[in-house]
């Protein structure tokens, strides 16, 4: 199955649920036309780039149990995935996380994952599990560096000495929480989350929905996986259902 949802981008852009978003523009009536037309490149090349350009391109990404997808996912776009329990979902970010055999065509800004190690892609495109691992007794040792990670842990409720907390001092919920903000730390251009805030109370799923809110306003893209379909309503730009191993796009209703 193929989805056509991937963008283009010309005097306009075209977004992904069809519709045309006007570009900035600034006074036209008194330039040339061939400046007219080149400043309308500019604009929409500069456009595409801030608010929708495609960053990740999977074709007929397919596994022993995934039917062969295809989909893209935008700089500065968050698409939610929903599916029963045992569909798919999981599978389907390992997959594009190269961390589980799988044939198919993924590309990040145009370049090929089978040119690239495994590590650095899976750098660039930072996969969460719903259960993190950690290796060392505290969790200051899990950082290069504690103090860039403040802003995050702050904004997810945490304080600063967490990071003199040994491990086994977490609850399940700081656990994710810490372990979201490690991914963050490497500056992912993709992230790739797994039930994020399944046990988290209603006040840090607020704070963590607004801080991955933050990141995609500044251009980072996300593929969460989430059975609650308010909350893929409040977080995502489109929706895509995997059902007993096939993915499709449809609307967020």
């Excluded at 006074?27 to 929409?44: G, H």
């Excluded at 090349?45 to 074709?59: D, I, N």
């Excluded at 930072?126 to 290069?144: K, L, R």
């Excluded at 609850?171 to 490497?186: F, K, Q």
């Amino acid at each position: 199955m193929r989805s056509s949802i991937a963008g283009s981008a010309s005097h306009r852009l075209i977004v992904s649920n069809g519709s045309e978003r006007q570009l900035p523009g600034g006074k036209l009536k008194d330039r040339p036309p061939n400046a007219v037309v080149t400043m309308a490149a500019s604009q929409a090349g500069l456009a595409a780039f801030q608010a929708g350009a495609s960053l990740l391109q999977v074709r007929d990404l397919r596994t022993h149990i995934l039917k062969p997808a295809s989909f893209s996912l935008s700089t500065g776009e968050c698409v939610a995935v929903r599916g029963p329990s045992g569909a798919g979902k999981t599978l389907l970010l390992r997959a594009i996380a190269d961390l589980d055999p799988n044939e198919g065509l993924v590309t990040l800004a145009g370049r090929d994952r089978s040119t690239m190690a495994g590590p650095e892609w899976r750098r660039l495109v930072g996969y969460v599990p719903a259960e993190p691992g950690w290796w060392a007794d505290t969790v200051g040792e899990h950082f290069g560096e504690w103090a860039p990670a403040l802003p995050f842990v702050r904004d997810l409720g945490l304080p600063e000495e967490t990071s003199a907390w040994p491990i086994t001092r977490l609850s399940t919920g700081e656990r994710l929480r810490l372990a979201h903000v490690r991914a963050l730390m490497v500056r992912p251009k993709v992230l790739l989350l797994d039930e994020p805030t399944a046990a988290l109370d209603a006040t840090s799923v607020a704070a963590f929905e607004s801080l991955i809110d933050g990141r995609v306003q500044a251009g980072l893209a996300v593929l969460w996986v989430t059975h609650d379909a308010e909350q893929a309503k409040r977080v995502a730009h489109r929706l895509l259902v995997v059902e007993a191993g096939q993915i499709r796009e449809e609307a967020l209703e």
